[in-house]
């Protein structure tokens, strides 16, 4: 089945740490890659996409991803972490065979102060 | 800027009475979806449509649930009866293109 993996229910790290969340992918033929964030009864926002170019993808509140074709993954990152980013991230991606959008199960990242 | 508007947020209603929802798409975007988010779990597609036609609707619960978009703009989603089960997140989103999907808000039904 095409679909991407969260290895991780729960990421902690401490206010101004390095924060990686981990995503794997498995789809035949190039993959578009997608990270959302969803804070509590709240949509699912926007973070980034991948769809073809450069490796490492710059989006939206400081955060980055790096596709890593060899490895299949598709890691969201940011550098520094903030309270705020304490949140639900999804790591998603389209079906080369429908056009559907396939979602992880979900990392928490709580950061503390 | 633009976005999905769901309606309403919240949502308490007991098993075996009708519930509905409402999603306006954000404007020019052809394609919407209605996605069911469990607890705990990454937003499941239910239906999906293209302008007023529906493309998919395969995962979608037909003997309770149906959606209507009667004219390609603003849409429903509607439960009758509803189940425990179906205490959830849902979530519309509207889109452009196939790669680019904006979310509403949600609507969170609680079903007692």
């Known amino acids: 089945a095409q679909s991407v993996a969260q290895p991780e229910d729960q990421v902690n790290v401490a206010e101004g740490n390095p924060l990686t969340v981990k995503c794997t992918y498995s789809v035949s033929g190039n993959p578009y890659l997608f990270w959302y964030v969803q804070y509590p009864n709240r949509g699912l926002q926007f973070l980034l996409k991948?769809?073809?170019?450069?490796?490492l993808v710059k989006g939206s509140y400081g955060f980055e991803a790096e596709f890593n074709k060899s490895q299949t993954s598709f890691h969201l990152k940011k550098p520094s972490a903030l309270v705020s980013d304490s949140a639900l991230y999804f790591c998603?991606?389209?079906?080369?065979?429908?056009?559907?959008?396939?979602f992880g199960a979900g990392t928490t990242v709580t950061v503390r102060a | 800027e633009a976005e999905v508007a769901q309606s309403p947020r919240y949502k308490i209603t007991e098993k075996s009475q009708a519930v509905a929802f409402w999603c306006d798409p954000i404007s020019g975007h052809a394609t919407l979806y209605w996605y069911r988010q469990i607890l705990g779990q990454g937003p499941e597609l239910l239906v999906q449509f293209q302008d007023e036609s529906v493309v998919d609707d395969s995962q979608l619960p037909k003997d309770r649930f149906s959606a209507e978009r009667l004219k390609g703009v603003d849409s429903t989603l509607k439960i009758q009866p509803a189940e425990l089960g179906d205490s959830a997140m849902y979530l519309c989103a509207s889109s452009p293109s196939y790669y680019e999907q904006y979310f509403g808000p949600g609507t969170r039904l609680t079903v007692t």
């Open positions: 998603a991606v389209i079906r080369s065979n429908d056009y559907k959008l396939s």
């Open positions: 991948y769809i073809t170019g450069d490796n």
